[in-house]
């Protein structure tokens, strides 16, 4: 059983960065691709961005491309999301996601642990 706990969330004005960080335990996290969503209110969850198990794929949402960048540290069980020129639109409840083996896809299917949460408000 894997637990993911995120943290870094908060209150931002527009244009600035936050990072936000995954804590993973209970498994052996270099085997597990991560992946960030986020569901804003009255939205469903959206895929964000992900990293492969062995770290070699990134993948990320078009509306994130050039503003947000994945990674990890295996050394240290965590998953990383910086997020760059951040706009309103990136208000959200952000979750990561953990995929055994996985090749870091955006189908939230392909992720069988998820963590609470970390809610990050983009002001004006």
């Known amino acids: 059983q894997v637990q993911l706990i995120e943290s870094g969330g908060g209150l931002v004005q527009a244009g600035g960065s936050l990072r936000l960080s995954c804590a993973a335990s209970?498994?052996?996290?270099?085997?597990?691709?991560m992946g960030w969503f986020r569901q804003a209110p009255g939205k469903e969850r959206a895929f964000v961005a992900a990293?492969?198990?062995?770290?070699?794929?990134?993948n990320y949402a078009d509306s994130v491309k050039g503003r947000f960048t994945i990674s990890r540290d295996d050394a240290k069980n965590t998953v990383y999301l910086q997020m760059n020129s951040l706009t309103q639109e990136d208000t959200a409840l952000y979750y990561c996601?953990?995929?055994?083996?996985?090749?870091?896809?955006?189908?939230?299917?392909?992720?069988?642990?998820w963590g609470q949460g970390t809610q990050v408000t983009v002001s004006s």
């Open positions: 996601a953990a995929s055994k083996y996985g090749m870091g896809g955006s189908r939230d299917s392909e992720y069988r642990y």
């Open positions: 209970g498994g052996i996290f270099s085997t597990y691709a």
């Open positions: 990293i492969s198990w062995t770290g070699g794929s990134r």
